[in-house]
Structures are given as C-alpha cells and as structure tokens.
C-alpha cells in the first residue's frame, strides 16, 4: 500500500521534466520532501534563503527540527551524491540555520535539531536519506 502510494506520488512528480539547472533542483527537493513525508517528517519550509547559505528543506520529526541538505547525481560513476557536501558547504548550512532559529525564537542550545542530506541517483529510483550527516564542530 505505502509503496504503491510512493510510485504514484513519484510518478506524480516525475511528469513535470525540469526543463533547466534551476527546475532540476527543484523537481529533486520536491521528490525528497516527498520520500521524508512518507517516513513520517513534515515541512516547515521549503528553500529558506540568506546571506551565508541555503537550506533546500527544513522539517519537523516528532521534537526534532530538520535541516535538509538535497543532492542529486545522475549515477555514481563519478561518485555518491552526498560527497558533493563539502565542508565549505556545511559551514554554509550550519550558518543559514542558526539564522532560522534566531529568526524564529528559538536557541541552538535549547532546541533538538540536526542536519540530514537526501542523495538521489538514477533519476529517483535510488534515494538514500542521511541522518546527522552534518555535525557540528
């Protein structure tokens, strides 16, 4: 039933073909909000944009708040979409949300959160979805 429910929901998605760099990505975040949706999360915000980074996702699991990092590569010939995660990128994202829980009355020190990534290969069909990806340090 959950799996039929996943196709019809990728299928879904998968019918409006990005058409440049920009759509891609987009069409990428909605099939990871998609899949984090299944497995219990939900959104609080989609594509929270600052200065210092971008968060592609930030969600909700039980008390925890989630900032999602998404990836996608076409295969893993030239390796695993989470790699493409620097440690440039990382500080990025650490930044853009201690802004999100500044902006939103909430402290680093008092609220349960972690950085997860969602790598996606072979257009979708591979999905791998990265819990504390991203520590803080």
Same mark, same amino acid.
């Given at each position: ?83 493409? !995660? ?12 201690? !802004? ?38």
């Amino acid at each position: 039933m959950i799996r039929q429910l996943w196709n019809k929901t990728r299928a879904s998605i998968e019918q409006d073909a990005p058409k440049n760099k920009r759509q891609l990505g987009q069409h990428y975040e909605d099939l990871a909000q998609a899949y984090l949706g299944r497995h219990g999360l939900s959104t609080l915000t989609k594509n929270y944009t600052v200065k210092c980074g971008e968060l592609d996702l930030i969600m909700q699991d039980a008390t925890c708040l989630v900032f999602v990092e998404v990836k996608y590569r076409k295969n893993r010939q030239y390796g695993h979409a989470q790699e493409m !995660v620097t440690a440039s990128k990382a500080k990025k994202l650490q930044k853009a949300a201690m !802004v999100w829980l500044m902006k939103n009355g909430l402290s680093p020190y008092d609220t349960e959160f972690r950085f997860d990534v969602v790598a996606i290969h072979n257009s979708g069909e591979d999905i791998d979805w990265i819990k504390n990806a991203i520590t803080q340090g």
